[in-house]
């Protein structure tokens, strides 16, 4: 028994989806506790029983602090670390000011693993323990970015970003090599240790229609993988995409015809979607990633989120570094809630934390091993101080319940309110 971690604090945990049913599918334990194994959670529950029913396990007694998985960031750009928060443009001369000379470095495999190392440490501060990361086309830095992550332990996922057009020569591939690359790296790294590969195609505005055909004949052979790409972020990308293939129904055709369109789709920002669209990402169980601190930096409009979900979208929250303006998922669900209040709905605080955790695994397919406190889950959790600031902490002291107490984190947290961060039940900051 003396491999076995009892961990007390204040415990949160879901029983189903409170986006759908609402506050009371979620379960707070003032005093709980999960118990650790081997890198995995064992048990559950609250500190009395678990001390009595582990009375040999190491106890690390964190007090007041509440415990929660990691969070899971479902939409990332690594190699845009360095650049976050860059100021003043939309997307299409954001990318071509900012993202591309930053991506040509990544082909410098010493550069590439730099960045990657320092994203993950900071992802880690932040108390993001899983994320989804496009890289660049360089094939190094999909090395760097999943050799970074197994130093530190973390199950993560991403893919070489896939372009033949429409950017500078240095950052383009072709149709074939896209394909060629991106299967040798799917056979190098999809599962192994605990990375995924994924398929990724940056948008349709950079890859010709022979590029997308080979990227979805490449997903039709490895069904299993996910596929990434952009989704209807901004107006201006949409009227591009419609000159670039004035054949296509709508944005989400441009996809669907060259086989990039199920249920293993993770389709980022979808703000500005047609009916049919909307149908048919509902009917095949894709995914749909809101990047709210993104979609407000760049100015890309107010996603949806209550009339998706209502209308049985399946959704998971994301930063977008370095579109996005932090590397906060807490930031990130205060965007969201930000958002939301725009379109006339206030986000339940119990929405906000499924979302960047369990909802997330699930955009992912990976709520069976991450994103819960269950047990048998991989034990990525950590622990948030709700009284990190004096302004935090004046606030909180008039909570009623646990929603009045952890609102004030979600709204002006940040890595200070991540007291602890725990990979496969290894503390990582």
């Known amino acids: 028994m003396s491999d076995i971690t009892l961990h007390l604090g204040q415990t949160l945990w879901f029983s189903g989806d409170p986006t759908i049913a609402g506050p009371n599918v979620a379960h707070h334990d003032s005093h709980g506790g999960i118990v650790i194994r081997d890198g995995y959670v064992l ?54 000011t900012y993202t591309f000379p930053e991506e040509m470095q990544f082909g410098d495999a010493g550069y590439a693993t730099e960045i990657a190392g320092r994203y993950l440490d900071l992802a880690l501060s932040h108390g993001t323990t899983t994320m989804c990361s496009y890289c660049t086309i360089h094939p190094q830095s999909v090395d760097a970015y999943f050799m970074a992550a197994d130093a530190r332990g973390m199950r993560v996922l991403g893919g070489k970003t896939c372009m033949d057009r429409n950017a500078p020569d ?88 060259h086989g990039l369109l199920g249920a293993n789709g993770l389709y980022g920002h979808a703000i500005h979607l047609e009916p049919r669209e909307r149908d048919r990402l509902r009917e095949v169980g894709a995914a749909l990633v809101h990047c709210p601190t993104s979609n407000t930096f760049i100015g890309s409009g107010l996603f949806d989120m209550a009339g998706l979900v209502a209308e049985g979208q399946r959704v998971g929250l994301a930063t977008d570094t370095g579109g996005g303006s932090s590397f906060s998922m807490l930031r990130t669900m205060a965007a969201a809630y930000e958002v939301a209040q725009l379109r006339g709905v206030a986000l339940h605080p119990s929405a906000l934390l499924w ?15 991450v994103g819960t406190l269950a047990p048998g889950s991989e034990a990525d959790f950590i622990t948030l101080d709700l ?37 496969m039940g290894e503390k990582r900051a």
């Open 387 to 423: 009284r990190s600031t004096p302004a935090i902490a004046q606030r909180s002291t008039r909570a009623a319940d646990i929603w009045e107490a952890v609102f004030p984190t979600i709204m002006m947290g940040d890595d200070r309110a991540v007291s602890g961060a725990w990979v």
């Open 43 to 96: 048990a559950r529950g609250t500190a009395h029983d678990l001390r009595r029913e582990y009375p040999q396990a190491l106890v690390e007694d964190h007090g007041q602090a509440l415990i929660l998985p990691g969070f899971i960031d479902a939409h990332v750009h690594y190699p845009q670390t360095a650049m976050i928060a860059s100021w003043g443009k939309r997307l299409i001369d954001w990318l071509n």
């Open 355 to 369: 979302l960047a955790t369990e909802g997330s695994a699930r955009s992912l397919q990976i709520a069976d091993r």
């Open 170 to 257: 240095g950052l383009l591939d072709t149709a074939q090599l896209a394909y060629e690359d991106s299967k040798a790296l799917l056979n190098r790294w999809h599962g192994k240790g605990r990375a995924s590969y994924v398929i990724t195609p940056r948008f349709s505005p950079t890859s010709t229609p022979e590029q997308l055909s080979a990227l979805g004949a490449l997903w039709a052979e490895h069904p299993d993988c996910l596929m990434q790409t952009h989704l209807s972020e901004q107006t201006d990308e949409i009227a591009w995409v419609r000159g670039l293939f004035p054949e296509a129904r709508d944005y989400l055709d441009t996809y669907e015809t």
